[in-house]
């Protein structure tokens, strides 16, 4: 069956322009994840999705950073006025949404700042 | 808070060397521990995974990891590398609490095989 599938795959964007990074979870997951993934600082948790409600966000960075997730599927991360350091690979994953569970991996996006 | 430390950050080896990655957490009640493995150019994938029963857990690959609760410790080890295991390797942390469940990954450990 099809994975977790993000696009885009590559963004580059300017300092203070806005972006938006899409997730399609496996289907039927009804826990979604978003994490950051920088050089030297592994996997930074950034907010958590149980359906359509998002029970944890304490990884959210700053105010620029939302995230929404619609119809228990497609989820949307939004970075505002994005800077130098917002550059990173930005990670989804889905899970059953039991616990406990295995988290399944989308490609990432790559986000470029300039 | 939860947290997971891993101590080894790049760890270059021969093949047939063995392999022990070192992984700790911490956090006061029941988890769940998991090792991730990002090969390159791929998505990051299982490799194995504890919630309860025996310690001694083996995954895929020939990995196995052992759980020793008064060490909070969640170490990966191989008995024999290959080229082939050159990826990065992620110990990750997964409990319930407050109603909702938690994941925190630690920050990786590169593993480079020489052929």
């Known amino acids: 069956g099809a994975g977790v599938s993000q696009s885009p795959s590559n963004k580059v964007t300017e300092k203070g322009k806005d972006v938006e990074l899409r997730c399609d979870p496996i289907?039927?997951?009804?826990?979604l994840y978003w994490y950051r993934q920088s050089l030297g600082q592994g996997l930074e948790f950034l907010i958590y999705?149980?359906?359509?409600?998002?029970?944890?966000k304490s990884g959210l960075p700053s105010d620029r950073f939302s995230a929404e997730r619609t119809g228990g599927s497609v989820s949307t991360l939004t970075i505002q006025r994005t800077q130098q350091e917002d550059s990173a690979v930005y990670l989804c994953?889905?899970?059953?949404?039991?616990?406990?569970?295995?988290?399944?991996f989308g490609p990432g996006t790559r986000l470029t700042v300039l | 808070a939860q947290s997971v430390s891993q101590h080894n950050h790049h760890v270059i080896l021969s093949e047939a060397a063995s392999l022990e990655l070192g992984c700790n957490y911490s956090?006061?009640?029941?988890?769940?521990l998991f090792w991730y493995v990002q090969y390159p150019g791929q998505h990051l994938q299982l490799l194995l995974k504890?919630?309860?029963?025996?310690?001694l857990v083996k995954g895929i690959k020939g990995f196995e990891a052992e759980f020793i609760k008064s060490k909070f410790s969640f170490n990966l080890r191989k008995p024999s590398v290959q080229w082939s295991d050159t990826a990065e390797y992620f110990c990750?942390?997964?409990?319930?609490?407050?109603?909702?469940?938690?994941?925190?990954f630690g920050i990786g450990t590169k593993l480079q095989v020489i052929p």
């Open positions: 994953a889905s899970s059953s949404g039991g616990y406990p569970n295995e988290q399944f």
């Open positions: 289907s039927g997951h009804t826990a």
């Open positions: 504890y919630f309860s029963g025996d310690p």
């Open positions: 956090y006061g009640g029941t988890v769940n």
């Open positions: 999705f149980q359906g359509n409600s998002a029970p944890d």
């Open positions: 990750a942390v997964n409990s319930n609490s407050g109603g909702y469940q938690k994941v925190t």
